[in-house]
């Protein structure tokens, strides 16, 4: 049973506009998300996190929304760009989960095409 | 600043070869390490991760076994693969709850 999910595995989205991308999740004892983006034949690259206690975290063109009570979180990046092309993977973990503590579960991930 | 490798970048290898990936980070000490893998179309599936040297836990039962003989050092190996063994094998190092990938291995299996 997938415990996040990107249930849109793909996005298009004209440059200069807002790319939303959508994660969902069943567990709601994860309190700590993270947003990656991944380009092909590369390693996936830490974007931005957000911790359950808050419920909006912004780094430059990346906010990150939560919405517990939902279990969804969800990623805008404005203004989006050409270069921002990429799969985008969510992941949430159970900071305190025993021995398995940090432990990452992601998303199938989606992937973002931005046209110029 | 931390810095993690992974190398081989690309390997071509035959079903029933051995397989010895390494990954080593630097810049940190006593990292929590972990190895995923990618499958063409598909999520990043964790295969093992480490919280200290000789400590290994299994994620998947598979044919690919992990081991951590230094500090800083991840090795993900296989006594003979499969075809399904293919794929993209990613290392990564965490802190604080976030995870820090190499740049991965392309495995295929022929």
């Known amino acids: 049973d997938q415990q996040v999910k990107q249930n849109s595995p793909s996005l298009s989205v004209q440059e200069g506009r807002i790319s939303i991308l959508n994660c969902d999740y069943t567990?709601?004892?994860?309190?700590?998300f993270l947003w990656y983006k991944k380009y092909p034949a590369e390693g996936p690259t830490f974007l931005i996190s957000i911790s359950s206690i808050k419920d909006k975290n912004e780094d430059g063109r990346f906010t990150v929304f939560l919405n517990k009570s939902a279990k969804h979180l969800s990623l805008h990046i404005v203004p989006s760009q050409p270069g921002d092309s990429a799969v985008y993977f969510c992941a949430a973990s159970l900071t305190n989960y025993g021995g398995s503590q940090g432990n990452l579960i992601f998303g199938k991930g989606t992937k973002l095409s931005v046209k110029p | 600043s931390q810095t993690i490798h992974q190398w081989p970048a690309t390997l071509v290898q035959p079903v029933g070869s051995p397989l010895s990936l390494e990954c080593t980070v630097e810049?940190?000490?006593?990292?929590?390490l972990y190895w995923y893998r990618q499958a063409a179309g598909r999520g990043l599936q964790l295969l093992f991760y480490?919280?200290?040297?000789?400590?290994i836990s299994s994620e998947v039962p598979q044919n690919l076994s992990a081991s951590r003989p230094q500090d800083r050092q991840f090795i993900l190996s296989s006594k003979k693969l499969l075809l399904s063994d293919s794929g993209f094998y990613l290392c990564a190092w965490s802190a604080y709850g976030t995870q820090y990938f190499g740049p991965g291995t392309r495995l295929l299996v022929l």
């Open positions: 567990n709601s004892m994860f309190d700590y």
């Open positions: 480490s919280v200290g040297i000789g400590q």
């Open positions: 810049g940190t000490s006593n990292p929590n």
